[in-house]
Every structure is written in structure tokens, then in C-alpha cells.
């Protein structure tokens, strides 16, 4: 049974740092992984989807890689704004579903 | 073009009562997956329509069911509610086109069950 895990489950940082959410999971065996943000109470935002085949992505100030081998995927956000703070999701994909984690919910503080 | 779309917006009901909450997918798109978010958790899969059948289901009893509609529309009906039902509905579309295909995401459904 696929889990994935993301550290930290908070985190609060000053305005302009640059910085890493993490996510694991336990069955390499994925098709893809996605990051989403969420604000309260809304829906899911789709950042970036890095297929298996892949490494990593990027999109403007944000950098998502991936370590199939060893279950590990990174989320760098540089040059962070206030408008960052919201809850970020780490997703996998086996067959048809998303597995998620519980997510990370970060706070920048101008 | 309009993304997914989803109603009602927030709802509340009675334990043991039923509801049905609706789902449009984005235009293109012929999969249609239901997830249920928990306050402060992740979401968790329900069940996913493809062609207008249950393709695959996550662990929730059969009192979730759901339906797809021919425009690939789709329905989550949940029969004899309990408090525990209470959260965020979430619907998820995609393009059957292989194994890299993108799930993109509605804005939810708060249920609140009393």
C-alpha cells in the first residue's frame, strides 16, 4: 500500500527566504508526482507534475524533483512572498489514483 | 474554457439523510475522480468513472456510489449519512491517454453533516 509522508507539517518563514518542502513515499512503482497548493477551504492548485521518466520541473520561482529510486521529492520555493503562504500537497500516481499526503502548511511572514 | 466545476458550492444535512453533489469536468477531459478531504488531511480517493463506469475504488463502503453521464458529467450520491461524512468533496478530471496524464481539480463541495 502506497503512503506518502511531508515534512514538516508546518513551517513559518520571513519574507524573501528561499526554501524546501519534502514529501516521500513508499512504492517507487509511481507513474507521476504532482504538487498542489491549496488555500483554505478551496480547491487543489496544480503546480507542477513530473512524470517518472523525469528528474525534475520548474515553473517561475518554483522547482520540484524527483528521486523515484529512493521515494523522495523536493519543492523549492525561492524568493518567497506573503502570497505563498498557503498548504502544499505532494501527490503520487499508481494506476488510476492520486495517493496524497497530509500536506505542509506554510506561512510567510512579511 | 472553463475548468472543472462543481455544485452545490457548501451543503448541510442531517445524519441519515442523502445527498447528491455534482461534477463537470474541464472541457476535453473523459475521467472523472471523486476524493474526500477531511478537515487537516490530505484527500483520500473514492472512486473513479471512466466511460460511464466505476473503473476503480478506494476504501469507502458502499454507501458512496457515483455515476457518469454520457457528456462525462458525474454524480457522488452518499445514502445514510453520519457525522464522519463531514468534509471537503473534491472532483478531479483527466484525459484517458495513457499513464502521464494530469488530474486537474474543482473547487469542492463543503458537506456538513449534523
Known amino acids: 500500500k502506497q503512503e506518502v509522508t511531508q515534512i514538516p507539517a508546518a513551517l513559518s518563514v520571513p519574507e524573501g527566504e528561499n526554501l524546501v518542502l519534502n514529501c516521500s513515499f513508499t512504492d517507487s512503482a509511481i507513474y507521476n508526482l504532482q504538487w498542489f497548493r491549496q488555500d483554505p477551504g478551496k480547491g487543489l492548485t496544480s503546480l507542477l507534475l513530473?512524470?517518472?521518466?523525469?528528474r525534475e520541473q520548474t515553473s517561475g520561482r518554483l522547482n520540484a524533483s524527483l528521486d523515484k529510486s529512493s521515494g523522495r521529492s523536493t519543492l523549492y520555493i525561492a524568493a518567497s512572498q506573503p502570497g505563498d503562504s498557503a498548504t502544499y500537497l505532494c501527490?503520487?500516481?499508481?494506476?488510476?489514483?492520486?495517493?496524497f499526503g497530509q500536506g505542509t502548511r506554510l506561512t510567510i511572514n512579511p | 474554457d472553463a475548468g472543472v466545476t462543481q455544485s452545490p458550492t457548501h451543503l448541510i444535512k442531517t445524519r441519515g439523510q442523502q445527498v447528491t453533489l455534482r461534477c463537470s469536468p474541464k472541457s476535453g477531459h473523459d475521467t472523472v475522480s471523486w476524493y474526500q478531504q477531511a478537515l487537516g488531511q490530505g484527500p483520500q480517493f473514492i472512486f473513479q468513472y471512466y466511460e460511464e463506469e466505476e473503473r476503480q475504488r478506494g476504501n469507502f463502503p458502499d454507501r458512496f456510489s457515483g455515476h457518469q453521464f454520457p457528456n462525462y458529467s458525474s454524480e457522488l450520491n452518499v445514502n445514510a449519512l453520519l457525522l464522519g461524512d463531514s468534509a471537503l468533496y473534491l472532483c478531479?478530471?483527466?484525459?484517458?491517454?495513457?499513464?502521464?496524464?494530469?488530474?486537474?481539480f474543482g473547487p469542492g463541495t463543503r458537506l456538513t453533516v449534523t
Open positions: 478531479a478530471s483527466s484525459l484517458d491517454a495513457g499513464r502521464d496524464y494530469e488530474q486537474y
Open positions: 513530473i512524470q517518472s521518466s523525469q
Open positions: 501527490a503520487v500516481r499508481g494506476a488510476q489514483k492520486l495517493v
